[in-house]
């Protein structure tokens, strides 16, 4: 077969095509509740899609109103690398392909594509009428100039995100140094409106990652134009639904609909807002009060001991969804003292987590014993967990974690522990969480944890940089593939922050990625490989699988989540009310 069928055939029997926000989270996400069963996505949190609004029950004043817990560390898709950068750059830029209402890959920048008959080649036919917001076609160069710098190493700060281009012929080379001649990277436009790409293996998800922040075009002459070029909304030329009007540092974003983008017919938003306050309390009061119309994950939080109150008080609005998300601790492999494997594991043995979850999160998750959570699609729609249970990697059990430490330790020549700092982002329910956590390694190891948290911004330079012990960390999926996880954790990976590199568990990632349509080789590979992270080296601590708590006024529709739980408002409404 070729075209189009033959790669949505092929999504559709793996169940893994759709991209999300996955990269870190600044507050609590979800994955599609209850595991997701290895369905691709779901609309609404699991609805079925709405219909389609019309102008007789549109409200007069389409004008959004959101809070973002944290602020966008950039809004550069190269360098961005978290879900409140995710859910911002959704407004203001469109992929090759988009992900629809059903999570399946949709035409997006790209109006078509041929695959070839091997799975490696795809040629997109770029849109006819599809415009930047200045009015500059969009052509195939916008994308090679966009994949080229992000690949670049002459790119600073590097993109941290660069290896999710290397399915890309040639791609992991030009990025390492290996090579400088960008030509020999399989991405060409062989004219304005023709995109050619090779992949180095058959990669049934590819698709999906062209709706991926990382491979959005950005528009040449403006960023050649500035350096603030994505920090200033005067000099950001975008080619999505809308345009960022405002930006005022710590406080408000604001955008202003596209009427330029070639699907401005099905926009109805004019305008969104969104404030930037970082209190689960204020953003549920704001909207109780009715000054949002959306809170909660992934953009914000409700805070744990209002989850129960809400779900009562208005369960046509509340929300509780399993989201392919997962809530984990990692360690800072190459600082004391979690540079010894036994003392890492019994840090990982010493918290109970069905306790937390109960007492602490109260928001039904489920205890984490892996890294890759439950809604992740495996072999013969089963879920991954299902075929590979976590169960198997290490127990709960605070006599053997306090022997493991007291090895760990005579191993290091340590009489007492070396002071320990857990770092977090601010927020209200991480820190609920990290004290809980300290307190259960007081009770159970006889150690004396300091807890520090920092701005969003600020939390994601401290792990880049290393400059951490042992960090909170959260993880969505960027498509439904336990890859999205394992290959994380390969040697010098923009996202490994734990200093862990090992030869054999990146031959375990390489040959998942060389697997092809071997299915069962692959999933093995990836589940040997998570084995060797967490049972043998203990380089996270996993926690809990994600549930996502949100509330969503009655009168706002259109708005769709997906498995990871990434949240899209550009096809959103407002009915009159």
């Known amino acids: 077969m070729k075209k189009k069928s033959w790669m949505l055939l092929l999504t559709l029997v793996l169940v893994i095509g759709t991209v999300l926000a996955g990269c870190g989270s600044a507050e ?37 109103h959101l809070n973002l817990s944290a602020e966008p560390p950039t809004l550069d898709p190269a360098q961005a690398q978290d879900s409140q950068a995710n859910t911002a750059l959704r ?73 999710q281009l290397y399915y890309i012929n040639g791609a992991e080379d030009f990025n390492t140094g290996k090579t400088t001649d960008f030509s020999k990277v399989g991405v060409k ?6 995109l050619e790409v ?34 200033d909304p005067s000099t950001m030329v975008t080619n999505g639904p809308f345009t960022l009007t405002t930006w005022t540092p710590g406080s408000e974003l604001s955008w202003t609909k596209n009427d330029k983008y070639w699907d401005a017919a099905n926009i109805k938003l004019t305008n969104v807002t969104a404030s930037v306050v970082n209190s689960g309390a204020t953003e549920t009061a704001s909207y109780q009060g009715g000054e949002i119309d959306y809170a ?56 109970d987590r069905q306790s937390l979850i109960d007492n602490v999160t109260k928001a039904g998750q489920t205890p984490a014993f892996g890294f890759v959570p439950t809604s992740i699609a495996g072999l013969n729609n089963q879920s991954f967990r299902d075929t590979h249970p976590d169960s198997e990697y290490f127990k709960e059990d605070a006599a053997q974690a306090k022997q493991l430490l007291e090895e760990g330790m005579k191993e290091e020549g340590y009489t007492t522990l070396p002071p320990v700092t857990l770092l977090y982002n601010t927020s209200e329910n991480h820190q609920k969480l990290a004290l809980a956590i300290a307190d259960m390694w007081k009770k159970n190891l006889g150690v004396d944890i300091q807890t520090k948290n920092e701005e969003w911004s600020v939390f ?27 290959d994380m954790f390969v040697s010098g990976g923009g996202n490994n922050n734990t200093g862990y590199a090992d030869p054999a568990y990146d031959k375990l990632i390489d040959e998942a990625y060389k697997g092809g349509n071997d299915l069962e080789k692959r999933m093995q590979d990836m589940a040997d490989a998570e084995k060797m992270l967490i049972q043998d080296n203990m380089v996270i601590m996993p926690v809990y699988y994600y549930t996502q708590a949100s509330l969503t006024k009655p009168y706002l529709k259109g708005v769709t989540t997906d498995f990871s739980g990434a949240i899209n408002f550009t096809r959103a409404y407002l009915e009159e009310h």
């Open 460 to 486: 994601l330079e401290s792990r880049k940089t290393g400059n951490f012990q042992v960090a909170r960390a959260g993880w969505s999926a960027d498509y439904n593939d336990p890859m999205t996880y394992m």
């Open 91 to 163: 407004f203001m830029y469109e992929g090759l392909a988009t992900i629809d209402a059903d999570g399946n890959p949709a035409p997006g920048a790209a109006e078509s594509w041929d695959v070839s008959e091997d799975g490696l080649t795809y040629t997109f036919h770029m849109r006819e009428g599809a415009t930047w917001s200045n009015g500059d076609p969009v052509t195939a160069n916008d994308f090679v100039f966009a994949w080229e710098r992000v690949l670049s190493p002459e790119t600073v700060p590097a993109p941290v995100y660069a290896y």
């Open 28 to 64: 609590e996400t979800a994955t599609t509740d209850s595991g997701n069963t290895t369905e691709q996505g779901t609309t609404d949190n699991g609805t079925a899609a709405e219909p389609a609004a019309t102008d007789a029950n549109l409200a007069a004043d389409q004008t959004l």
């Open 296 to 351: 909660g994950a992934p953009t914000g939080e409700i805070p744990t001991d209002q989850i129960q109150p809400l779900s009562q008080q208005l369960p046509d609005e509340f929300k509780l969804t399993d989201i392919a998300s997962t809530y984990y601790y990692e360690f800072n492999t190459k600082a004391k003292p979690f540079d010894n494997v036994k003392i890492r594991k019994a840090f990982a043995m010493a918290i």
């Open 189 to 194: 436009a062989v004219d304005e409106k023709t």
């Open 198 to 231: 090779t992949l180095t293996n058959p990669t049934p998800y590819f698709l999906g990652l062209t709706s991926f922040y990382t491979y959005y075009p950005v528009h040449k002459a403006s960023v050649e134009a500035s350096d603030a070029w994505a920090a």
